[in-house]
């Protein structure tokens, strides 16, 4: 899939998020018919997030394609665990699919963690064609298959992450000196929150809220929608446009689930992936053009870093980055070669 990354001027209001999702629904009715097949969805995050609403729209989609055969339940929020206890489920068959981040796919393709590597990518599109190309992307899905019995169906552009704190305005890798970030309990992330000058300190995602308005962390990093949807505002004061990581969700299922479905059951599911990869992208996109004026109303104070600043920021993860990964966790020279790919 491509992403389509043009936004269609949504603007914010108190009900964007439900607003987006109804839009997002609004496909044909379907007839009620007794349903052959059960799939279960599971992920972490709740209503309003654009990835809630990829996972609504996938199971939309697949009723209506299937005209109402296959049905997805899904399991939001967390409800039967963080990303690590459903990366377990999904691969024991306790969940048929979940939207496993990359980093944990890892695991299994150790290549798979420079998808969401510090300062890694120019652009969303950047990103897109290491994940479509033949020799990386298709690659490492194909070796996902072989080793750990997981098909990727699709996926989409999760958002670029931006850095919050709750007391301190931070312009600069001194500034994080001594702040413990709460940062995803996955090892390219930890290199970068390193890299950005913070103590980073896993926390489940779950728990994440809690931990920031206890003080056990002093902030956390995110795509703009994704810490709206989950109230951080609540609890943070700044937020600091470092954009120092792309992120990307696949919509992950198990081999075994996916081989009991016949072959146009499985193309039902293939084009209900596409599609709702297609709204989370686009709703993400969206999102972050038009929620930082609800932020600033909600009592954020906004940080916009000039380029200089910035450079200081990439020049420190990238450096970080490097060192614990290039050579060790995949290829040497696999950085330089995913840089190559900016230009297309």
């Known amino acids: 899939m491509r992403y389509n990354l043009k936004p269609s001027g949504l603007k914010p209001s108190g009900r964007l998020l439900t607003a987006a999702f109804a839009a997002a629904m609004a496909f044909s009715p379907i007839a009620a018919v007794a349903q052959e ?24 989609r697949v009723a209506a394609l299937s005209d109402g055969r296959i049905a997805v339940k899904i399991f939001p929020a967390g409800q039967l665990g963080n990303n690590r206890k459903l990366f377990a489920q999904v691969q024991s068959g306790a969940v048929d699919m979940s939207f496993t981040p990359f980093n944990m796919l890892a695991d299994i393709v150790p290549e798979f963690s420079i998808v969401t590597g510090g300062y890694m990518f120019e652009s969303p599109e950047h990103q897109q064609r290491l994940l479509e190309s033949a020799e990386f992307g298709q690659a490492w899905a194909g070796e996902l298959l072989e080793k750990g019995n997981l098909r990727i169906l699709s996926h989409f552009f999760y958002g670029t992450r931006n850095l919050t704190t709750a007391k301190v305005e931070v312009r600069s890798p001194e500034g994080l000196s001594g702040l413990k970030i709460r940062a995803v309990p996955n090892s390219m992330s930890l290199a970068t929150v390193r890299g950005l000058g913070a103590a980073p300190t896993p926390v489940a995602w779950p728990e994440t809220f809690q931990a920031l308005r206890q003080g056990i962390v002093d902030g956390q990093e995110n795509p703009i929608p994704v810490l709206y949807a989950a109230g951080f505002y609540e609890v943070q004061k700044y937020l600091i446009k470092t954009q120092h990581q792309m992120s990307a969700l696949p919509f992950l299922i198990r081999e075994p689930s996916w081989a009991k479905l016949s072959a146009a059951d499985q193309q039902v599911l293939r084009q209900a992936a596409t599609e709702a990869a297609a709204v989370a992208t686009k709703t993400m996109v969206e999102f972050t053009q038009t929620l930082e004026a609800d932020l600033v109303a909600k009592g954020m104070t906004i940080v916009e870093l000039t380029e200089a600043e910035r450079a200081v920021f990439r020049d420190r993860v990238r450096a970080s980055v490097a060192e614990e990964f290039d050579g060790k966790v995949f290829p040497a020279g696999l950085i330089a070669k995913v840089h190559a790919l900016a230009g297309g």
């Open 37 to 60: 097949v059960t799939l279960r969805l599971a992920h972490v995050v709740k209503e309003g997030d654009p990835a809630y609403i990829g996972a609504e729209t996938f199971r939309e």
